[in-house]
C-alpha cells in the first residue's frame, strides 16, 4: 500500500470507526471523558501499530503522523458528548465494529503485501490489524474479547484478507474490488450476528464413573 490518498482516507475512515465504537463502549461502561477517548484511541490505532511494528515501519503511523491520534481522539470526545443522539447503543457499538474489521481488513493486508510480505504472512498481517484494536478495547472495558467467542469474527477478517491477497495476485487490486472486498467482511460480520453463526466449540461431558463408584 502507498501512502496516495485513497488509502490514507480508507486507513483514517478505519481509525475514526474504531474510535467511535472503542468510545461507544466506554461509554456504556460510564467510564469518564478521559476513559473514553482512552479507549477510543485504544480501540483505533492498536491494530494499526501492531501492523507497522511487525512489518517494520517504525515509528509506526499512529505516532508519525499527527492525523491518526488527532482523529481518535477527536471522534471519541464527539462520542463522549453526542452518545445520548444514539438510541440503541449496543447495536451502534456492533455496526460501527463491523465497519473497522472491513476496513482494517484491506487496508492492514495491502500495507503487509506492499512491504513484500508473502501472501500467507499478509493475510495473518491483514486480520490481526483488524481484530486488534476490538481486543484492546473488551480487554479494557472488561468484557471478554470477541475474537476468543464463538462468533464469526477473525474469521471474517480472515476472509477479507485472503480476497484482498487474491485480487493483489491477480493485479485486481483496484478500488472497486477492494470496496467488494470491504462489503464482503462487513457483511458477513452483520449477517453472522443477524443469525447468530458461530464456530465450533468442544463439547463438554460429565466425567464417566465406574457402575460400582470409586474404589477406596
Do not use: N
Request: a positive charge; charged letters at 15%.
Amino acid at each position: 500500500m502507498t501512502t496516495s490518498t485513497p488509502l490514507l482516507l480508507a486507513d483514517l475512515t478505519g481509525v475514526a470507526v474504531f474510535a467511535a465504537s472503542g468510545a461507544s463502549a466506554a461509554v456504556a461502561k460510564r467510564l469518564d471523558l478521559f476513559g473514553v477517548v482512552f479507549v477510543g484511541v485504544v480501540a483505533a490505532l492498536g491494530g494499526g501499530i501492531f501492523r507497522d511494528l511487525v512489518i517494520g515501519e517504525v515509528p509506526p503511523l499512529a505516532f508519525a503522523d499527527w492525523r491518526y491520534a488527532v482523529t481518535a481522539a477527536v471522534t471519541a470526545a464527539a462520542i463522549f458528548w453526542l452518545h445520548p443522539q444514539f438510541a440503541r447503543l449496543r447495536t451502534t457499538v456492533l455496526v460501527l465494529d463491523a465497519a473497522g474489521l472491513a476496513l482494517f481488513t484491506v487496508t492492514g493486508t495491502l500495507k503487509a503485501l506492499d512491504a513484500h510480505v508473502p501472501a500467507v504472512g499478509a493475510c495473518m498481517i491483514g486480520m490481526l490489524t483488524a481484530i486488534g484494536g476490538g481486543l484492546g478495547r473488551d480487554l479494557l472495558t472488561g468484557e471478554i474479547p470477541v475474537v476468543l467467542r464463538r462468533e464469526i469474527y477473525a474469521v471474517a477478517a480472515l476472509a477479507g484478507s485472503i480476497a484482498v491477497a487474491l485480487l493483489s495476485t491477480y493485479d485486481a487490486a483496484t478500488a472497486g474490488p477492494l470496496t467488494a472486498a470491504a462489503v464482503f467482511v462487513f457483511g458477513l460480520r452483520l449477517v453472522s450476528l443477524r443469525r447468530r453463526w458461530s464456530a465450533p466449540v468442544p463439547a463438554l461431558r460429565p466425567p464417566r464413573t465406574g457402575a460400582r463408584g470409586p474404589q477406596v
